[in-house]
């Protein structure tokens, strides 16, 4: 079986490589040393569920009461920091199509999918140099 390419609604092309990045803050957790989600960057005032590693791929979830705010960071500041992001992509697995709102590949790879009826964006990370999903490029 021929494996389909994503199909992606835009692309945002890398813009720049930042040391610091605008409206990203890392997270305190009761009380403790601030701490950041694997180097990843968080939007400010994001409360995340990082239940830890699977394997070597990662994942954390962000419960937002504006998913699409969350979304609109990462597409703002993914990019500023050296990453492609591709929006709105598609891609159909065995016979189930598949949605994710935001995949991005750079240092690492990964994808993003809202559940609005939960108030969650779902944050999928995979190792450096392993494509955000089978069959990608």
Not at 58 to 82: C, N, S
């Amino acid at each position: 079986m021929k494996l389909e390419k994503p199909k992606a609604r835009a692309t945002i092309k890398p813009t720049a490589t930042l040391t610091a990045v605008p409206g990203a803050s890392e997270l305190t957790a009761g009380g403790e040393a601030p701490r950041t989600i694997q180097g990843f960057p968080i939007p400010k005032g994001a409360k995340v569920k990082d239940p830890g590693a699977i394997e070597e791929t990662w994942q954390f979830d962000i419960h937002t009461t504006d998913p699409a705010e969350v979304l609109a960071f990462y597409k703002r500041v993914l990019p500023q920091m050296g990453y492609t992001v591709r929006t709105d992509v598609t891609y159909t697995l065995a016979y189930e199509k598949v949605h994710w709102d935001v995949v991005f590949d750079g240092p690492v790879s990964g994808s993003m999918a809202t559940d609005p009826s939960d108030e969650t964006v779902f944050v999928v990370v995979n190792p450096p140099g392993q494509p955000a999903f089978a069959g990608d490029e």
